[in-house]
C-alpha cells in the first residue's frame, strides 16, 4: 500500500507519496535522499523485466549492457492498457530482439525494487518472468542496450544494475525446481529460511489439493570451490542415512515420512507453521510442555544404540567440536581477541567473555569432557525443531548427528532458548552439563573468526551470541 506524507513524518511533504523502504532501515538507500527527478510519476513507476534462461544444469541468461555501463536484464517501463507479461516480452524484443511471443512464462518476482533514479517519492516497482529456452538464441541490441551477452549463471558479473542480481536468483531457483527437479509446472513452491549451509530449500505443492512437502537440495552451482560443494553433499547423504537409521530403531520424533532422490535431494514433510507447528518456542502457557517434549525426543535418541558409521568421509562431530575449538583458538588468538573486541562495544556483557578467554580456555583443557557414549543430534536449535502442541516434537536436519557425553542436546537447546530470551533457570540443574557448555564455547568463538565467502556476517555474529549464551549458563552452573 502507497503510504502518503502527514504531520507525524519528520518532514511534511502534503499530498507527496512516501517510498515503502523509507520504513525499512535495511533496504533503505543514501540515493533516496536525492532531489532530482529522473522517473515519470511521484510514487510507483511501473516496469517489466524478462530473465531469459537456457534449461541447463548452468544455464546461460541474457544479460544486456545499459548506456549507464552496467548488465543488466531486458526490461523497461509498461504501456497504457500493456500486461506485464506483454510488456516484458515487447522490452525483451526491442532490447535484444529476441521474440518470446511464442514462449511460456512463469511469474518470479513483483514488488519494490532497487534503482538509482529512485527518491523519496518516486519508486520503481516491477514484475519480472521468466523465459525457458532450449539454446542461447541468437540476439542483438536496440533501444536502451549497447550490447548483449549469454552469460553462465554461474558466472554472473559481479555489477548488476539495481535489484536484479535478485531477480536473476529468483528465476534460477524456479528454473531449478522445473528443470532440475522436476517439479510440474502446476507445483505451488515457496521458499523456506533457515539454515547455515547452503541448500536450496523450499515448502512444494505439486497441485492446490495436493499435501505440501518440505525440500531440501544441494545444487553444485551455489559453490565456488570444489571442497565445499563435495562436503555438501556429504552431509545431505548422511543424514538422509541417520533418517533411516532411526526410523528402522522405531525412534518416534523424526518426520513421518523422508525420501532421498537424485539429484542430491531430501524430501520430509513439511511441518508448516498454518498448520500449527512451532518452529519457536511458544511464548505463553505451552512453554514448557514443548520444553518438555524436546527433551524426550534427545533422551530417547540417547537410549538407541549408536550405528557403527554414518559417513566415513565426514569426521566425528565431537571430534570436531575441540579440534576446532579450544583445540585451535591457540593458533589464532590474535584473531579471536580481535573479534571479541568488535562485538565488546554492541553488546556489553561480551566484556567479560572477552576479559575471561584464557581462563575458559585452561579451564577446558583442564576439564576435558568424558568419551562420548550416547547419540545426539548435535546442532539441537529450535531451528531444526518442529513442535506441535497435540504432536508433540520432530527433529530435522540431522548431518551432525553422532556421539555424544549424555545431555548434549538438552544443553546445546537450553543454551539456544536463552540465547533467545527464554527462561531456563528451572531446567539448568537436570538437564545442563557445563563442560558441554565449555567444549560449545570454545567452537562457536573460533568459528566466529572464520570468513565469510558472501560478505553476509550475520553467521558469525550468531555464532558469538551463541558461545556468549553458552558462557552465561556455565558460570551459572559451574
Excluded at 500486461?83 to 516480452?89: G, K, L, M, P, V
Excluded at 558466472?155 to 531457483?173: D, F, K, T
Excluded at 566425528?316 to 576446532?324: N, Y
Excluded at 545426539?376 to 502442541?389: L, T, V
Aim: proline letters at 6%; charged letters at 20%; glycine letters at 4%.
Amino acid at each position: 500500500m502507497t503510504e502518503f506524507s502527514s504531520p507525524n513524518n519528520q518532514e511534511l511533504y502534503p499530498l507527496k507519496p512516501l517510498h515503502p523502504w523509507l520504513e525499512c532501515p535495511e533496504r533503505y538507500a543514501p540515493t533516496l535522499d536525492r532531489q532530482e527527478r529522473e522517473l515519470w510519476y511521484d510514487g510507483p513507476n511501473y516496469t517489466a523485466d524478462a530473465v531469459i534462461m537456457t534449461r541447463d544444469a548452468d544455464p546461460l541468461i541474457l544479460l544486456i549492457t545499459r548506456r549507464d555501463g552496467s548488465y543488466a536484464v531486458p526490461g523497461g517501463f509498461i504501456d497504457a492498457s500493456e500486461s506485464t507479461e506483454r510488456a516484458a516480452i515487447r522490452e525483451a524484443y526491442e532490447e535484444t530482439s529476441v521474440n518470446l511471443a511464442d514462449t511460456k512464462s512463469s511469474l518470479i518476482f513483483s514488488g519494490v525494487v532497487d534503482d538509482p533514479r529512485a527518491t523519496k517519492h518516486a519508486w520503481i516497482e516491477t514484475t519480472a518472468f521468466l523465459f525457458s529456452v532450449d539454446k542461447p538464441l541468437p540476439s542483438k541490441a536496440g533501444d536502451d542496450a549497447l550490447d548483449t551477452t549469454w552469460c553462465r549463471y554461474s558466472q554472473l558479473p559481479g555489477e548488476l544494475y539495481g535489484s536484479h542480481r535478485e531477480i536473476i536468483n529468483a528465476a534460477y531457483e524456479r528454473h531449478f525446481h522445473l528443470h532440475t527437479l522436476k517439479f510440474p509446472e502446476t507445483a505451488v513452491v515457496e521458499k523456506a529460511y533457515g539454515g547455515h549451509m547452503l541448500y536450496h530449500r523450499f515448502f512444494v505443492k505439486h497441485s492446490s489439493s495436493s499435501p505440501q512437502y518440505f525440500v531440501k537440495s544441494h545444487d553444485k552451482i551455489l559453490f565456488s570451490d570444489q571442497s565445499r560443494a563435495n562436503h555438501s553433499i556429504q552431509y545431505l547423504e548422511k543424514e538422509a542415512l541417520v533418517y533411516e537409521y532411526l526410523r528402522s530403531s522405531s525412534y518416534l520424533f523424526i518426520p513421518t515420512i523422508s525420501q532421498s532422490h537424485a539429484p542430491h535431494t531430501i524430501t520430509m514433510d513439511a511441518y508448516h507453521p498454518d498448520e500449527n507447528w512451532y518452529w519457536r518456542a511458544p511464548k505463553n502457557a505451552a512453554y514448557h510442555n514443548y520444553v518438555e517434549d524436546i527433551f524426550s525426543a534427545f533422551y530417547q535418541l540417547e537410549t538407541i544404540a549408536p550405528p557403527t558409521d554414518f559417513h566415513e568421509n565426514i569426521e566425528p562431530t565431537h571430534i570436531l567440536l575441540a579440534t576446532e575449538g579450544w583445540g585451535a583458538i591457540h593458533d589464532t588468538t590474535d584473531t579471536v581477541y580481535t573479534s571479541l573486541f568488535a562485538y565488546h562495544h554492541e553488546i556489553p556483557s561480551a566484556d567479560t567473555l572477552y576479559s575471561n578467554l584464557t581462563n575458559l580456555r585452561d579451564y577446558a583443557l583442564h576439564h576435558p569432557p568424558q568419551p562420548p557414549s550416547v547419540l545426539a543430534h548435535h546442532d539441537a536449535r529450535q531451528a531444526n525443531i518442529a513442535w506441535h502442541p497435540s504432536h508433540g516434537a520432530r527433529l530435522v536436519d540431522w548431518s551432525w548427528t553422532g556421539l555424544a557425553t549424555p545431555k548434549s542436546d538438552s544443553t546445546n537447546f537450553l543454551i539456544d532458548l536463552h540465547k533467545h530470551g527464554h527462561d531456563v533457570s528451572r531446567y539448568l540443574d537436570d538437564h545442563f552439563d557445563p563442560i558441554h557448555a565449555l567444549t560449545l564455547i570454545g567452537f562457536w568463538i573460533e568459528h566466529s573468526t572464520w570468513p565469510v565467502g558472501n560478505g553476509d556476517n550475520d553467521v558469525r555474529k550468531q555464532q558469538f551470541l551463541s558461545a556468549l549464551s553458552a558462557y552465561e549458563l556455565f558460570t551459572k552452573t559451574i
